[in-house]
């Protein structure tokens, strides 16, 4: 099908790439409070380019946190609305040493500390596009695929005289990567203003290169950090150890007995409201094209995969929930010896959840099996840094029907619909609280490095993106 | 007894403190890369103060790892000779913002990296000498005790007209907190350069105020890290959490297997070698002046004491092995959320070990055991930071009861004998290697926070310190 919304977008590709590098310079880092000003920037950039191709009432909504960005353009009476999410931070970029090019695109684009960030700057020894990916923190995840939704704008406005095939409503935002509080509580203030037909989520990924996808469901999070006080101040382990409590050995005698050595959350009724995916959702899986041989050498790169027997790979990531530890602060970590029992140490645990597994109600497990686990000696105390549900968005809708055949355009194939792992949790507000479906339609690949060092962008799948978003509204239109 | 060394060191005091200040102004801190030069520099600002007070043959001696130093004075023909041993090394100061003074007496004397550390400058309100003591990293441990030394040397050769009563080599180091390689290296290969009678070690502690001590035991250390390796890159929990192996929870599984919630240290035969204390010793112990109770709340400060059942503190402390783990580098430990999997992680884990005990036995038993424990999909490798056996010092001899009559004309008390939880590897060197028995007389006191924010070195003790040592040599000679 011919779209001269596709064929400006063809003729702008270096542009678009050019104008996203841009984006990926701002280093707008949510977790780390010396970067708000970055995600204000990142929020400022996309701003006027939305209010430079034509979209209306552009606003930089301030927060408690970080910035929400706000547009619109209701000019197609009669058509549907779309409301276009994305988010513009980006998880922090370290361990730094591991990165072949720099984070954010320039070696000056981000201020690194120390003699030792300054050291790892020595690596990043090779250029941020190369084997037609951009290298970059945010360059899939999710700069990328918001850049794909704005240059899609561009392209239709450009195509049909000023106007978009149908109407939009844009709300993106910077703290996707520490919760998203802010997005979840203006949803629900705003409904009115935020109403739409459906969402439109670019923030997931194809499940195999060339294949289209669909992202259905999602996992939920509660990410927390584990907090353990032992002596009142670090004590010498030589002349202390034997009489005084260690709270990092605490943190491990605690978490150790979170989960089993096969993957198994012990923490008691943790499973006990899992809802277990449909049986032609499972058979549907079975059929996806998926070598866990291929997925366990390239992707993860370990000797063995882990995880609970008896359930399938994609079983496990995408409707199991799991526990991780992510690191744990305290004590002495630089190199070198200090023999010292720490007075204070703290273990980031979290957990992905479900479809119908509630965060308050897992919260509320594990805080109490922690505090049951926590050794005499020892005070914990358990900080929440994020918590949201899973969710699982149904396929029979005309929008889901609209995207399959725009992807089907643009890959000549099937769409396959699968979940993720991952958690998106303003999908769930959307459905719960706006009551409108999301098509979770994402451009990256599963060797993207998300969330790890070298993380990339596959710059094809970029232009396929926003080929795929125009036909998608025209064909709505 | 009238000493004019004494009177030159009481007429002295101020000066002698101020000096003092000036060595704890450099921040030699021997685990860090960085502060290699000022190792250096506390041995050089050390030399020069030696050959000013008259020493012979000062030698700033290059190692691979820090500098030695060495000094003698032999005219006292017929008298005995005594090795004197101190470090000017120091443990890193860190936490840095829980000091209450600057960790290096002046705010300037130590250059502090990036936001944070600036920002924890500013709860550094107080000065460095209040209440009678001096608050620095290395003020006790053990700059403040190197200094009692050089000043009494001072003193006696002022009121003995340029002589010492007895003939003095000094080997002071600066790897103490480092494992003491060189120290070690050095006196396997100078044993007739550094030939005496018998050590004079100055760093311990006196079991309570005003109660004379000398130390006749120390553990052992086998200081390692255990380094995990996974994935081949860090992965997004939500992506990968129910498939990826996590090093970091592998280490959890490993370490918390190593030592039951008691504190009995489960590496198989690590128990077998260890020696009790006699049934003398454990009598004498019984009737020093110790309140569990007193030593829980301002000592350690915490709710409870933990350990071995069956034993009693200082059993436990002085005479059981015990296991730590200290700091675990890895995966995402700054303020806030990053969803992570690490690809690699580490845990620095020490045991102390206890006479009888051999270090590279105990160091290949927890390294199969690690590697027995260590589940599929993880590598583990582990590095060795210090290694050096356990030492008790026997206590009939000419010098330990010259040592207790000096130390009753400074205390008008009896002294004890006790042992320490810490180690100084040398002192077994000195044994094994010299065949010399070692004087551990130490003026610190348990309370000074060796290791930890806010150390301290009680000034009175310091001049206490000085005038015994005046006293124990002029009785030698």
């Known amino acids: 099908m011919a779209s001269p919304a596709v064929d400006f977008a063809r003729s702008n590709q270096s542009r678009f790439v050019d104008e996203l590098k841009n984006l990926l310079r701002i280093p707008s880092i949510s977790t780390l409070d010396e970067h708000k000003s970055d995600v204000q920037k990142a929020a400022d950039f996309v701003a006027d380019e939305l209010r430079r191709i034509g979209m209306n009432n552009v606003e930089v909504i301030p927060t408690k946190g970080h910035p929400l960005l706000y547009a619109d353009w209701l000019h197609a009476p009669g058509k549907p609305t779309v409301l276009m999410y994305a988010h513009y931070d980006v998880q922090p970029p370290d361990p730094l040493n591991e990165w072949k090019s720099p984070p954010f695109v320039d070696k000056d684009a981000y201020s690194v500390k120390g003699d030792e960030a300054q ?4 690596g990043w020894t090779l250029p941020p596009e190369r084997n037609n990916n951009i290298y970059a923190r945010g360059a899939v ?3 990328g695929q ?4 704005v240059k899609a704008l561009e392209s239709l406005f450009h195509a049909h005289d000023g106007k978009l095939p149908i109407n939009v409503k844009i709300i993106f935002e910077g703290e996707e990567e520490v919760g998203g509080e802010s997005i979840a509580e203006y949803v629900g203030k705003q409904k009115a203003k935020l109403k739409a037909d459906f969402a439109l989520v670019c923030d997931t990924e194809l499940f195999a290169p060339n ?4 992202c259905v469901g999602l996992r939920g999070l509660v990410y927390t950090e584990i907090e353990a006080f032992g002596a009142k101040t670090d004590l010498h382990s030589g002349v202390y ?7 990092l050995f605490a943190l491990i005698e605690i978490i150790g007995k979170l989960k089993d050595a096969k993957g198994k959350v012990l ?10 995916p449909s049986k032609d959702e499972l058979k549907a899986w079975k059929r996806l094209p998926f070598n866990e041989e291929h997925y366990r050498k390239t992707e993860v790169g370990s000797k063995v995969l882990t995880g609970e027997p008896g359930f399938s790979v994609l079983y496990r990531t995408w409707a199991r929930p799991t526990l991780e530890v992510h690191g744990m602060p305290g004590g002495f970590t630089a190199p070198g010896a200090k023999t010292v029992i720490p007075a204070k140490a703290a273990a980031k645990v979290s957990m992905r959840m479900v479809p119908n597994q509630d965060p308050d109600d897992i919260l509320k497990r594990f805080t109490a099996y922690v505090k049951k686990l926590t050794p005499k000696g020892i005070e914990t105390k358990i900080k929440v840094w994020s918590k949201g549900p899973a969710c699982v968005v149904g396929t029979d809708n005309h929008f889901i029907r609209a995207a399959t055949e725009a992807l089907h355009d643009t890959f000549k194939k099937d769409t396959v619909f ?10 769930t507000d959307f459905q719960d609280v706006l009551k ?9 690949l599963p060797d993207d490095n998300l969330h790890a060092p070298n993380e990339k962008f596959h710059i094809p799948n970029f232009h396929r993106g926003i080929e795929t978003i125009c036909l998608f509204f025209e064909k709505l239109g």
Chains 1, 2 share one sequence.
């Open 146 to 149: 918001l850049w794909m939704e």
């Open 418 to 427: 699968i979940r993720s792992g991952g958690s998106i949790p303003i999908v």
């Open 436 to 444: 409108i479906p999301s098509v979770m339609m994402g451009f990256g």
């Open 211 to 214: 294949l289209p996808t669909l």
């Open 119 to 122: 050291a790892s700057m020595q």
């Open 267 to 276: 923490i008691p009724g943790f499973y006990s409201k899992v809802k277990a």
């Open 241 to 247: 150890g034997g009489a005084a409590p260690n709270p």
């Open 141 to 143: 995840d999710d700069k």
